[in-house]
């Protein structure tokens, strides 16, 4: 039998996230996309005034630290992504997507699931980067 907690885990932070998008901006319309580093398609061709929300995909979850890490063949393209979007629209706002389908779902859980300290720590890390933007 396969567990619901993953689940809705992935609907309670899109909710928030949704709750905080609405609340964080005076447009009535969110209109946002998602950008892979791995992709053929280079960020300075975005047209990110197309765009109120801009999501860099994706970062990793380290199991044994619980800490967000980016792979280090995408770290320069990560680091550039929002000063280089800003560009055409500096009013866009930049998010990191942490997970995707390929991410290790066990590590997601147990650090949500777990140790309640932890779980604190990581809705603070996800609100502080989410300000930062």
Known sequence: MTSTKPISL?????FFFSLLLSSSSAQSVVKASYWFPGSEYPVTD?????????????ADLNAQTNQVTIASASQQKFSTFTQTVQ???????????????AADKTAFASMCYGDEQLRDAASRMAISGCSRS
């Open 87 to 101: 560009r055409r629209n500096p009013s866009v706002r930049t998010l990191l997507s942490i997970g995707g389908g």
């Open 10 to 14: 992935l609907v309670s932070i899109t």
């Open 46 to 58: 975005i047209d990110s005034s197309l765009f109120t929300h801009l999501f860099c995909a994706f």
